[in-house]
């Protein structure tokens, strides 16, 4: 087990909806990194936080935003939820840019 | 042309048997590469990063050719464990993002 968290495990929400997805960091790292990934498809990555701010962010739109706790643990946030947000939502934490290691994940239904 | 670009597969193979995947990349800048594996309804986890020496894990053996921008995973002696879906990754964006192939689908049978 790589020591990453999250919760919850599934979700189930309807369309126009807030989520907030979290997630624990491995002891030690202080980087962590959401990915998105739809069914058949690769991760894409969503935004990285490094010690509390945002330090990088992929193609997705202002409604999908975070945080990263002085613990560094994270929250994702998705405000007005579309049917494509439907994924599974991935954490990955790392030290720094070492290894990126995953957490299980959070299936997200959006109807 | 996508980032990262895998074969599409699935590949579906008696165990025992040797089989390669291949996957090609975009930037030509990027540092460094990995493959991942991902068994059915799980997180990825990582095989093993990819050197330009070439590299092996066992049954595992990845290449990088950078003047081609490909990326090879060889696997011999494929055993039922196997199976699962392989993702090519390159490290994008100074470190930050990991940038993932669809991913190929490997189906070891008896």
């Known amino acids: 087990e790589t020591g990453v968290t999250q919760s919850p495990t599934h979700l189930i929400k309807t369309r126009g909806q807030q989520v907030t997805l979290r997630c624990s960091s491995q002891s030690g790292h202080n980087t962590v990194s959401w990915y998105q990934q739809a069914l058949g498809q690769g991760p894409q990555f969503i935004f990285q936080?490094?010690?509390?701010?945002?330090?990088g962010r992929g193609n997705f739109p202002p409604r999908f935003s975070g945080l990263q706790f002085p613990n560094y643990s994270s929250e994702l946030n998705v405000n007005a939820l579309e049917l494509d947000d439907s994924a599974l939502y991935l954490c990955a934490s790392s030290f720094a840019t070492d290894t990126q290691y995953f957490g299980p994940g959070t299936r997200l239904t959006v109807l | 042309r996508k980032e990262v670009e895998q074969d599409p597969g699935p590949f579906n193979v008696p165990e025992g048997a040797t089989v390669a995947f291949n996957c090609t990349y975009s930037?030509?800048?990027?540092?460094?590469f990995f493959w991942y594996r991902q068994d059915c309804r799980k997180e990825p986890k990582l095989l093993m990063s990819v050197y330009s020496s070439g590299n092996e894990d066992g049954r595992f053996t990845a290449q990088l050719n950078r003047a081609s921008q490909y990326i090879s995973l060889l696997i011999r002696d494929s055993k039922l464990s196997d199976s699962a879906t392989y993702l090519c990754?390159?490290?994008?964006?100074?470190?930050?993002?990991?940038?993932f192939g669809k991913g190929t689908t490997l189906s070891v049978s008896s």
């Open positions: 990754v390159v490290e994008g964006q100074a470190g930050t993002a990991l940038i």
């Open positions: 930037n030509s800048a990027s540092q460094s």
């Open positions: 936080y490094y010690r509390e701010e945002e330090n």
